[in-house]
Structures are given as structure tokens and as C-alpha cells.
């Protein structure tokens, strides 16, 4: 069996990644590695993951495009589904993140927001699929 275990954000500061989303999504910390290099967030079945660029760069020898809020968001989002998608819109706003489209009804009646974290990332929040 093959199951989706976790998502890595490859981040300068593991700690500012941490706290930026337990206060915008009320995560817990789940892991953290002695060093601040890696550490993990409980986020349902799914483990929201972040390791230090440095990281990044031990593993992948040939490099890296890095996350920024200079730049366009990657080609990629993470979706979090909610209830209430505006109150999460606002209090990710209050917590720093980056409002870049507010919400809005798709036509197959889903609530769709989105916003980057502090590290540029793009971020879906919408109401669970029917």
C-alpha cells in the first residue's frame, strides 16, 4: 500500500516556517529535529514538513528553485480545507500571510481562497469537496 505521507517546504528558518503556521492554522508541533534543521506539523493524515535550505542543498546536489515572495508562486499548491473559508483567509492575514486572491464560489459550489506564507509559498483554503 502506498499512502501520501508528508509535504517538505524547504525554508531559511524552520522555527519563523513553524510558528507563522500554528498561529495562521492552529497546527501542532508534531517533531522538531535538536538543530531547528527539520521539523514537522500535525495537520490530519497528511504531515506538513520544513527543513532548512541547507537541506535542501545536501540533498539535491544540482540545486534548487527557491520559494520567495519576490517571486511567482511555483507551479504547486497546498490546500486546506475549512468550514469557514473567510474567517481562515483573515486569520491567516493576521498571522503574515500574503492575500492573493479572497474568496470566491467555483461553479461546482466549492469556496476557494488563496494565499502565500511567509516563505512565498502558495497556499488554497476552500470548503471540503461535496
Not at 501542532?28 to 541547507?54: C, M, N, Q, R, V
Not at 540545486?63 to 468550514?83: N, R
Request: hydrophobic content about 40%; charged content about 20%.
Amino acid at each position: 500500500m502506498i499512502k501520501f505521507a508528508y509535504t517538505i517546504l524547504y525554508v531559511s528558518d524552520v522555527e519563523k516556517s513553524m510558528a507563522f503556521y500554528e498561529k495562521a492554522f492552529q497546527f501542532t508541533t508534531k517533531f522538531i529535529s535538536p538543530d531547528s534543521t527539520y521539523a514537522e506539523l500535525i495537520t490530519g493524515e497528511t504531515t506538513l514538513s520544513f527543513a532548512h535550505k541547507s537541506l535542501a542543498t545536501s540533498n539535491l546536489p544540482e540545486g534548487f528553485q527557491e520559494s520567495s515572495l519576490s517571486s511567482k508562486p511555483f507551479a504547486i499548491e497546498i490546500g486546506f480545507t475549512t468550514d469557514d473559508v473567510e474567517a481562515l483567509v483573515q486569520q491567516s492575514i493576521e498571522a503574515g500571510a500574503i492575500l492573493v486572491a479572497p474568496p470566491k464560489q467555483k461553479p461546482w459550489g466549492q469556496t476557494v481562497a488563496y494565499v502565500r506564507d511567509i516563505d512565498g509559498f502558495l497556499i488554497e483554503l476552500c470548503t471540503p469537496m461535496g
